[in-house]
């Protein structure tokens, strides 16, 4: 006995034809901004968590710690070890 199957695949297409990861990715990017522009806004108006003001200090006192050593690995090279 023959017989024939025939296989359809049926491919959902959107009306806009924009692919769907592009939409997703565009709408991350809107809410990306929105975000930064709030917190844009609260730095604006002087509005910090007392978390945000010690993880500053403590960058600001890393940063001169490192420019300290620096200053040292500098000074050491200069000299000739």
């Known amino acids: 006995m023959d017989v024939a199957a ?7 297409h959107s009306s806009s034809g924009t692919p ?3 939409v ?8 990306l901004v929105l975000a ?5 806004f609260a730095r604006w108006l002087g509005i910090e968590p007392g978390w945000w003001q010690t993880l500053r200090r403590t960058f600001a006192e ?3 710690h490192a420019g300290a050593a620096w200053a040292d ?9």
Do not use: E, M, Q, S
């Open 6 to 12: 025939t296989v359809t695949i049926a491919h959902p």
């Open 20 to 22: 769907t990861a592009a």
């Open 24 to 31: 997703a990715l565009a709408v991350i990017a809107v809410l």
């Open 36 to 40: 930064a522009g709030a917190w844009g």
């Open 62 to 64: 890393a940063g001169w």
């Open 73 to 81: 690995f500098a000074d050491w090279l200069r000299v000739g070890r």
